[in-house]
């Protein structure tokens, strides 16, 4: 399995952004999927964001369509979810996650996942 850290995360105010990283380590980080979390108190784990094997290919949830941006760097074994115009509902912890699939939005294919990092946005 690979194993995944995230960093970045902290407060900003509503607008603002942030940069939240996926550091890999174990498996070869091109081998998978990458994939972006997020589940804030009291709510289940939603899907946000997913990047190719091959970073060609992206996904986003309707609701942070337009704002965030989702890449990785394969030769840096990273990832990275740029996040803009941040509103008070995207505070959660988030979190990366890797899967075998080439692209995938469901949590189901999912195998490997970071601890998460928390993003809490004030009004």
């Known amino acids: 399995q690979v194993r995944l850290v995230e960093s970045g995360g902290g407060l900003a105010q509503a607008g603002g952004s942030l940069r939240l990283f996926c550091a890999a380590s174990?498996?070869?980080?091109?081998?998978?999927?990458i994939g972006w979390f997020r589940q804030a108190p009291g709510k289940e784990r939603e899907w946000v964001a997913s990047?190719?094997?091959?970073?060609?290919?992206?996904a986003y949830a309707d609701s942070v369509k337009g704002r965030f941006t989702v890449a990785r760097d394969n030769s840096k074994n990273w990832g990275y979810l740029q996040m803009y115009s941040l509103k008070p509902e995207d505070t959660a912890v988030y979190f990366c996650?890797?899967?075998?699939?080439?692209?995938?939005?469901?949590?189901?294919?999912?195998?490997?996942w970071g601890p998460g990092t928390q993003v809490t946005v004030s009004a």
């Open positions: 996650a890797a899967t075998r699939r080439t692209i995938s939005d469901d949590v189901g294919d999912f195998g490997s």
């Open positions: 990047v190719s094997i091959d970073g060609r290919r992206t």
């Open positions: 174990g498996r070869t980080f091109g081998n998978y999927g």
